[in-house]
């Protein structure tokens, strides 16, 4: 079965810190750019960061570039998100997403095609 | 960044009628833009990519059009499921951006 399963979410406190997972099955993790998109309560949809096939390609939203870490391994199938100096205005749900880059924006894998279900993520004292 | 602005930001409709949802990019972004489809609770699922292809799976009642900066998604004759928020998100430029999203609900 195709699927993104999200893990690690939680209560921190403000200055704390959080690791997120996602694993993956169903298809070739190693074939496709992988991304964290995140979603505060009642709120749109924010792209946090991206990492390449390899993971030599990184980026991440200026709000939260210098305090969070995106990493994969392309033997466990499974993507990390390693967050500190968590702030209130990081509490969202965070999805892990197929996509992002690695084609050509004609084609469908270049886009975040597949969605796990998500993982809350609550800053507060 | 390239901002997206949708509009209109809530529509409210009727079962069976014909809506249209715009997203303008505040610059050309060729036609890198995904609409993407979300219901109460659950992750948003992809409905149109490059602007007008249809994802596999979903409804031909979808449909998208545009390039550069204006695009448009077109429900030709809405279901009772389709009733849902709806964001676009280009593709052309790093940060990945979307927009602020079009909440679309039963009159």
């Known amino acids: 079965q195709v699927q993104l399963v999200e893990s690690g979410g939680g209560l921190v406190k403000p200055g704390g810190s959080l690791r997120l997972s996602c694993e993956v099955s169903?298809?070739?993790?190693?074939?496709?750019?992988m991304s964290w998109i995140r979603q505060a309560p009642g709120k749109g949809l924010e792209w946090v960061s991206y990492?390449?096939?390899?993971?030599?390609?990184?980026d991440y939203a200026d709000s939260v570039k210098g305090r969070f870490t995106i990493s994969r391994d392309n033997v466990k199938n499974s993507l990390s998100l390693q967050m500190n100096s968590l702030r209130a205005e990081d509490t969202a749900i965070y999805y892990c997403?197929?996509?992002?880059?690695?084609?050509?924006?004609?084609?469908?894998?270049?886009?975040?095609?597949?969605w796990g279900r998500g993982a809350l993520v609550t800053v507060s004292s | 960044d390239i901002q997206l602005t949708q509009s209109p930001s809530f529509l409210s409709a009727s079962v069976g009628d014909r809506v249209t949802i715009t997203c303008r990019a505040s610059?050309?972004?060729?036609?890198?833009l995904a609409w993407y489809q979300q219901k109460p609770g659950k992750a948003p699922k992809l409905l149109i990519y490059?602007?007008?292809t249809l994802q596999s799976g979903v409804p031909s009642r979808f449909s998208g059009s545009g390039s550069g900066t204006e695009f448009t998604l077109t429900i030709s004759s809405l279901q009772p499921e389709d009733f849902a928020t709806y964001y676009c998100q280009q593709l052309n430029n790093y940060p990945r951006t979307f927009g602020q999203g079009t909440k679309l609900e039963i009159k």
């Open positions: 990492i390449s096939i390899s993971g030599s390609s990184i």
């Open positions: 169903g298809f070739t993790f190693s074939a496709y750019y």
């Open positions: 610059q050309g972004i060729s036609s890198y």
């Open positions: 490059a602007a007008s």
């Open positions: 997403a197929r996509g992002g880059g690695g084609y050509s924006g004609y084609d469908s894998r270049a886009y975040f095609d597949l």
